[in-house]
T-cell receptor, first 113, second 121 residues
Framework: GESVGLHLPTLSVQEGDNSIINCAYSNSASDYFIWYKQESGKGPQFIIDIRSNMDKRQGQRVTVLLNKTVKHLSLQIAATQPGDSAVYFC????????????FGAGTRLAVHP | GAVVSQHPSRVICKSGTSVKIECRSLDFQATTMFWYRQFPKQSLMLMAT?????????EQGVEKDKFLINHASLTLSTLTVTSAHPEDSSFYICSAKRPAGGPNSGANVLTFGAGSRLTVL
């Protein structure tokens, strides 16, 4: 079913530290995953994606890890900056879903100077 | 490229009135658009899938007569909240599916709009 968060957990980090945001997805048939960043009052912004035939993918300052065995996804942000402060969502889809994305509960990242 | 525009960005209406929100793909044709609703401090909940030229597919629990979706062209989908009530107050976000192809077909083909905040008094 749909994943709806009643509360947004918050991860507080110091500027310059690495951040790790975790997500548990619900559908074992999901084969495509995306991390989004959402700033207050705005729509989701694409960060990085990964297909189920991979377990790791790196971008600029970000890395996504996928563990299909336990249906777990993580987003690592290196050298976290104040501009990284936002709410982060993972989203899952499967080939038969015509790119219909189901969003996870979200985590608020607060970066302190 | 791949810009999706939503209008209005904010709307305040009286209880019992209807409100229309537009979602436009500005530089590509979108055969499929998705509508999400987001309550404060919560995740995005998929409401419906809008397909150009056909009826929308609604997610379980979403009232199709309450949330009317029209996808009359390849660049425009509209969501009308009929007889709005305060509990309909929310952030409504659309996404549009870009034409896919090539080795990354299906990868990141969705572009999200900036959202429309509806407040029903």
């Amino acid at each position: 079913g749909e994943s709806v968060g009643l509360h947004l957990p918050t991860l507080s980090v110091q500027e310059g530290d690495n951040s790790i945001i975790n997500c548990a997805y619900s559908n074992s048939a999901s084969d495509y995953f995306i991390w989004y960043k959402q700033e207050s009052g705005k729509g989701p912004q694409f960060i990085i994606d990964i297909r189920s035939n991979m377990d790791k993918r790196q971008g600029q300052r970000v890395t996504v890890l996928l563990n299909k065995t336990v249906k777990h996804l993580s987003l690592q942000i290196a050298a976290t900056q104040p501009g990284d402060s936002a709410v982060y969502f993972c989203a899952e889809s499967f080939s038969g879903g015509y790119n219909k994305l189901i969003f996870g509960a979200g985590t608020r990242l607060a970066v302190h100077p | 490229g791949a810009v999706v525009s939503q209008h209005p960005s904010r709307v305040i209406c009286k209880s019992g009135t209807s409100v229309k929100i537009e979602c436009r793909s500005l530089d590509f044709q979108a055969t499929t658009m998705f509508w999400y609703r987001q309550f404060p401090k919560q995740s995005l909940m998929l409401m419906a899938t809008s397909n150009e030229g056909s009826k929308a597919t609604y997610e379980q629990g979403v009232e199709k007569d309450k949330f009317l979706i029209n996808h009359a062209s390849l660049t425009l989908s509209t969501l009308t909240v009929t007889s709005a009530h305060p509990e309909d107050s929310s952030f409504y976000i659309c996404s549009a599916k870009r034409p896919a192809g090539g080795p990354n077909s299906g990868a990141n083909v969705l572009t999200f709009g900036a959202g429309s905040r509806l407040t029903v008094l």
